[in-house]
């Protein structure tokens, strides 16, 4: 190589050199999606150019971000199915049908990946029933979910022919009634709304939940895993039952486990669900000293320092949301304004997941047992018309830009007025969630290391910031 050559070949180093060092210190690309929150629509994603410095900035609020301080792996957002919701979608025609649950479920839409079932009737369950109608059927001889193949598998299944790969737990409401003191689902019955301490009722309540596994996977349903009680404090006018921590962890170490484990069922056992109505039970589960059976917990309307507590005493323990805000069926703008306060709330606070309640109701919003409630979309069975709510919005920008295997990163907000989730997802991608609640747009500077990255935030909307390398 004579001289010439060397100079060249050293020009042309040093300007790779200087090209890496420019794309090491250029600004991430920046893309920008918001959906407002005054009225459902079916598709309420819009982008946002990024106009930071005209008329429209506004006010301002930082947000400063740290990729490098990461927390818990993020499994999934999504919602209940429940039989009076499976009952109106079926009211449909499959063409319709299709729309619904695409909307919901397909990738390039809500992208709907962690959802809820009832074990037998819920409150949202057309009237009270479970799979053991049969009394003292100790061997679950007459066990079936036959009720389930009308409207509740129907749904399930067309969630699942969408996205395959979604994860499902489920829950009862209420053991058999034959299994509890009283002998009924139902609640308020003075006394006896819970599980006979009888040895053989227990070990018969193990094996309900082992063929509920079956059956469903036979039906092509694959339960990922079981809160053994919903609400387990709860003595209510619709199915309930009172099982405190100390029992159930008891019931989990001593037959559930080992029912599970006998039949190979990988579904994992997660106590709960627990709720701040009676914060002292998640306290007593906590500081139970042998929790074996146990692989997480289930939490819904539990205030953040609750669960901080909680994950104080078990720092290793696994939380997933239950529940969503329930309100009481007007499914206004105003409540859909709270939805990402909400679900902050408890990623924020280690849970892996959020779960919205009701994805779909009915005209009336009622449940089997009069009680109105808030959902993503009420379908109209006689007319056969399809109306999103405010809701739906809400989860639908949630759920699209939080996903299965992002992993949630610090961020300090100096406002806690405008709720915020970041996350970093596996190809480095960093995702933020954030909501303007002024009536005015604005600028949200989110601080990363050195670099300053100024985005737009609709009024009174949430948006999602994407930065990518």
């Given at each position: 190589m004579n001289i010439l050559q060397k100079i060249k070949f050293i020009s042309l180093v040093s300007l790779l050199i200087i090209a890496q060092m420019a794309c090491a210190q250029e600004s991430p690309s920046v893309?920008?999606?918001?959906?407002?929150?005054?009225?459902?629509?079916?598709?309420?994603?819009?982008?946002?150019?990024?106009?930071?410095?005209?008329?429209?900035?506004?006010?301002?609020?930082?947000?400063?971000?740290?990729?490098?301080?990461?927390?818990?792996?993020?499994?999934?957002?999504?919602?209940?199915?429940?039989?009076?919701?499976?009952?109106?979608?079926?009211?449909?025609?499959?063409?319709?049908?299709?729309?619904?649950?695409?909307?919901l479920f397909s990738k390039d839409k809500a992208g709907f990946t962690f959802c809820r079932t009832a074990i037998g009737a819920s409150d949202f369950g057309i009237n009270a029933y479970s799979y053991s109608m049969t009394a003292d059927d100790f061997e679950m001889e007459h066990f079936s979910v036959d009720r389930d193949q009308k409207y509740v598998l129907p749904y399930i299944k067309s969630a699942f022919a969408i996205n395959p790969n979604f994860t499902l737990f489920a829950s009862p409401w209420s053991p058999p009634a034959w299994m509890k003191e009283s002998g009924k689902m139902v609640g308020?019955?003075?006394?006896?709304?819970?599980?006979?301490?009888?040895?053989?009722?227990?070990?018969?309540?193990?094996?309900?939940?082992?063929?509920?596994?079956?059956e469903y996977a036979k039906a092509g349903v694959k339960i990922d895993r079981i809160c053994i009680q919903n609400e387990n404090d709860a003595d209510t006018k619709y199915p309930s039952?009172?099982?405190?921590?100390?029992?159930?962890?008891?019931?989990?170490?001593?037959?559930?486990?080992?029912?599970?484990?006998?039949?190979?069922i990988e579904t994992k056992i997660y106590a709960g669900t627990f709720r701040?109505?009676?914060?002292?039970?998640?306290?007593?589960?906590?500081?139970?000293?042998?929790?074996?059976?146990?692989?997480?917990?289930?939490?819904?309307y539990t205030e953040t320092k609750i669960i901080n507590d909680a994950r104080t005493l078990v720092p290793n323990m696994k939380i997933i949301h239950t529940e969503g805000d329930?309100?009481?069926?007007?499914?206004?703008?105003?409540?859909?304004?709270?939805?990402?306060?909400?679900?902050?709330?408890?990623?924020?606070?280690?849970?892996?997941?959020?779960?919205?309640?009701?994805?779909?109701?009915?005209?009336?919003?009622?449940?089997?047992?009069?009680?109105?409630?808030?959902?993503?979309?009420?379908?109209?069975?006689?007319?056969?018309?399809v109306q999103y709510n405010p809701d739906y919005n809400a989860m639908y920008i949630i759920s699209k830009f939080i996903q299965p295997g992002d992993v949630r990163i610090a961020s300090v907000n100096r406002s806690n007025s405008h709720p915020i989730i970041t996350v970093k997802s596996p190809d480095g991608t960093i995702k933020v969630l954030l909501q303007n609640t002024n009536e005015k747009d604005g600028v949200f500077e989110l601080v990363i290391g050195e670099k300053s990255i100024k985005v737009h935030a609709p009024a009174q909307a949430i948006t999602a910031v994407e930065l990518k390398k």
């Open positions: 893309k920008i999606w918001a959906a407002k929150l005054d009225k459902g629509e079916a598709a309420p994603l819009f982008e946002v150019k990024n106009d930071t410095e005209g008329k429209k900035a506004g006010w301002k609020n930082r947000i400063y971000i740290q990729p490098n301080v990461t927390f818990q792996t993020i499994e999934g957002i999504g919602g209940a199915f429940n039989e009076i919701g499976g009952e109106a979608l079926l009211s449909l025609s499959k063409k319709e049908q299709d729309v619904v649950m695409n909307n308020l019955q003075k006394e006896g709304n819970r599980m006979k301490s009888d040895p053989k009722v227990q070990k018969a309540y193990a094996k309900y939940f082992v063929k509920y596994v079956q039952c009172i099982f405190p921590a100390k029992e159930m962890v008891a019931f989990a170490n001593k037959y559930m486990a080992p029912a599970f484990k006998k039949n190979k701040a109505a009676n914060q002292m039970d998640l306290m007593d589960f906590v500081q139970c000293k042998n929790m074996d059976g146990i692989d997480g917990i289930g939490i819904q329930c309100y009481n069926g007007k499914n206004s703008a105003e409540e859909a304004g709270n939805r990402l306060k909400e679900v902050a709330s408890y990623i924020n606070s280690g849970s892996t997941n959020f779960t919205y309640w009701n994805m779909i109701l009915n005209e009336t919003t009622k449940s089997g047992w009069e009680w109105p409630q808030n959902s993503l979309i009420n379908i109209d069975r006689k007319n056969g018309t």
